[in-house]
């Protein structure tokens, strides 16, 4: 083999060699799937973690959020500017909301107050 085909190889064999290591340092943990309750009258902005885009949770409502890590911190942000900001540890399977067990809950804003039976 001549030198420019052992350098070829040589480089092959350090890319397969990358990817292996980077596919085993790949996280193991299964992802954790939670709920980020918005009571404001504010639109909150969050980026996801496992997409690299921004979920919005609107204002008065709700929506899922999916982490792969068992703690992090969850910063909400309007308008571009820091708004909201908490510590979550995820407790799998220890929230439930709509009928279903979340991992994890971030509530915005104080919590509307529940109906009382037979008012409404």
Not at 7 to 30: D, F, G, H, R, S
Not at 48 to 57: F, L, M, T, Y
Request: include cysteine; hydrophobic fraction near 45%.
């Amino acid at each position: 083999m001549d030198r420019k085909t052992k350098w070829m190889v040589l480089a092959a064999v350090l890319l397969v060699t990358m990817v292996t290591l980077a596919w085993a340092a790949a996280p193991t943990e299964p992802p954790y799937t939670g709920v980020i309750r918005n009571f404001t009258k504010h639109d909150v902005s969050f980026y996801s973690e496992n997409s690299q885009g921004i979920i919005v949770v609107p204002a008065q409502s709700w929506r899922e959020y999916v982490v792969w890590h068992e703690d992090f911190d969850l910063i909400g942000y309007v308008q571009g500017d820091p708004y909201f900001c908490q510590k979550i540890q995820v407790m799998p399977g220890q929230f439930s909301f709509k009928c279903k067990s979340y991992d994890f809950m971030a509530i915005i804003g104080e919590e509307a107050p529940t109906a009382v039976e037979g008012l409404g």
